[in-house]
Nanobody, 124 residues
Framework: QVQLVEFGGGLVQAGGSLRLSCTAS????????MGWFRQAPGKEREFVAA????????YYADSVKGRFTISRDNAKNTVFLQMNSLKPEDTAIYSC?????????????????WGQGTQVTVSS
């Protein structure tokens, strides 16, 4: 059974930083591109960042480019999201997901497995 578990959410002031991690089990981690998505109250889930199996390719939403960094450690079955210069509009539930492909993708429909999510709240 595939499981994705996120860690690292919390409450932070605007301008601060958080590092999210997501550990996967039940799948061959290096066979899957990984992504981070977020959903704010009353809004649709949106793409944040994605990384290919090899870490060579990364994609970011325009709203987080230059502030967030996605990375992965295949030996530890873990993907990370370093979030700097956080803004109140970054407040959301952040979820990691495993793609059905090795190539990094932005499309939600390409992701087969999802974590439960972790709350990130940025105060102004």
């Amino acid at each position: 059974q595939v499981q994705l578990v996120e860690f690292g959410g919390g409450l932070v002031q605007a301008g601060g930083s958080l590092r999210l991690s997501c550990t996967a089990s039940g799948l061959k981690f290096s066979n899957h591109a990984m992504g981070w998505f977020r959903q704010a109250p009353g809004k649709e889930r949106e793409f944040v960042a994605a990384i290919s199996w090899s870490s060579i390719t990364t994609y970011y939403a325009d709203s987080v480019k230059g502030r967030f960094t996605i990375s992965r450690d295949n030996a530890k079955n873990t993907v990370f999201l370093q979030m700097n210069s956080l803004k109140p509009e970054d407040t959301a539930i952040y979820s990691c997901a495993a793609s059905q492909t090795t190539a990094a993708v932005r499309s939600i429909g390409s992701y087969a497995y999802w974590g439960q999510g972790t709350q990130v709240t940025v105060s102004s």
